[in-house]
């Protein structure tokens, strides 16, 4: 038994060496540069106020021009239509957005109400120089994906023109064949230090070649092996240690050369430690579904109360008009519904702001809406605990914008509602806009344990104590770098080492003779 899980930590650390290493390098860049993203206050920046005078056609028309008019009468939605309704800018225009995830993704001319059929190489051009602050900037052609835009959210905007802008940043700008929106950024420092982190960290060399298709797979694999060879090392580096005096060298490892003792030395002070974080990475790819919960799961469009409806929605103009009384200024209006109810949610600098069916809701949704209408997100379940989140916790909290999920808005206060259903349903309401910030379950729950905290040990408590957080996370992913690159020394003199030819045997005559 001992030889076999002495080979098995031999030849799979042998083989995955370099990828351990790879891991802890890329690992530590991401602790300060991430992957390229949007976030939600970037994308705000980049867009003028919208006019209040002369805008815009009503919501039924852009929607007929958009083909997606749904009917007043309609009990559900029908297939095609948006999910999501937007008014923003591109190029400095007003234009109606309307998507719906992965499915759709069209615009129409707020002023003309004219479908957008095409977004030009001249047109993305001039939506980044105006999302950009009216820098220069030259169309680096289009792409389908590449190295920064590995992500699904962004397929429906496929092919993109990728657009190089001439601010400080040294920005890249991907613009929406299909809308002609801005949908991501990457600045020249997330493009550089971008290859040896997530582009590294993800093993995004997999993405989009021949190989596309089994990159989960492969990410999967290596580290079920990682942790393979990481029990297994812990396992007979505690059987090599001598805890009760010591070997012939006055040493308590038996290994003679520098590499060999460290990676002893090491593996037992942090072995226990690349262990959680390599199980923890390979959790965060929920593989297996193991972190999908059973049954029935909160029913978003129940909390809507039925879909967006053009005879029921505030129109835009009405909507500009009532927040220029109010001294505030849209960059972006979405409309929602709530419990049945149509919203106008506008953003902009000192926003956001809630208008109702009538005016602005300066004290937010009404509790007797929006409770309601969390209640009917799960029909045979009851709400049994409602809490009010003042400050940050274990469950909800922010991250900084570069990790993996800083985009996430994390409002306070907002109200937890625990459900009595058979997964233990959590779901947080923003009651300043009636939106659903954030949805969980028991299973995602021991996920954010088994993944979140064992991989970045993201506890409010701990990212608010910095730069010790920094201390312990570089100082462990350092011991791990340690243990791996000398895994790779190691395992390289291992596979140098000229093979022994086995002595000839000797005739059995001869051995009689002893």
Known sequence: MKRWLYLVHRWLGIGLCVVMAAWFLSGIVMLYVGYPKLTPDER????????AAGC?????????????????????????????????SVAGQPRYLFTDGPKVAVAVNALSGTRIASVAAEDALAAARHFAGGVSGVHLGAVQEDAWTHSRALDVHRPLHRIGVDDPEGRWLYVSSRTGEVVRDATLTERTWGWLGAWLHWLYMFRGGAVDAWWHDIVVWLAVAGTVSAVTGLVVGVWRWRFRGTYKGGTHTPYRTFMARWHHVLGMVGGLLALTWVLSGLLSVNPWKVFDAPGPKPDRQAFAGGPLLPGQAMPAATALQRLQAQGHAARE?????????????????????????????????????????AAAMLPRARIVEQTLVTRYDSYYYGREPHTMTGQRERPLPVWRLRFDDPNETWVTVDPRT???????????????????????????????????????????????????????????????RP????????????MALH
Do not use: N, Y
Request: charged share 20%; aromatic share 8%; proline share 8%.
């Open 44 to 51: 705000l920046q980049g867009l003028p106020p919208l006019p």
């Open 56 to 88: 815009c056609v009503p919501l039924d028309q852009a929607l007929r021009a958009a083909g997606l008019a749904p009917s007043d009468k309609s009990a559900g939605k029908a297939p095609g239509a948006a999910a999501t309704w937007r008014l923003s």
């Open 333 to 373: 209006l979405e409309w929602r519904r709530i419990g049945g109810v149509h919203h106008v949610q506008a953003a902009g600098a000192g926003g956001p702001w809630l208008l109702g069916e009538r005016d602005l809701l300066a004290d937010g949704v009404p509790t007797d809406q929006w409770l309601p209408a």
């Open 434 to 496: 009636g939106s659903i910030v954030h949805v969980t379950d028991g299973h995602r729950r021991v996920d954010r344990w088994l993944f979140a905290f064992l991989h970045s040990f993201d506890l409010p408590v701990l990212l608010q104590s910095r730069p010790v957080w920094d201390a312990w996370m570089i100082g462990f992913s350092l011991a791990g770098l340690g243990l791996s690159l000398t895994a790779v020394v190691t395992g390289w003199r291992r596979l140098a």
């Open 499 to 510: 093979r022994r030819r086995p002595a000839a045997a000797e005739p059995r005559t001869s």
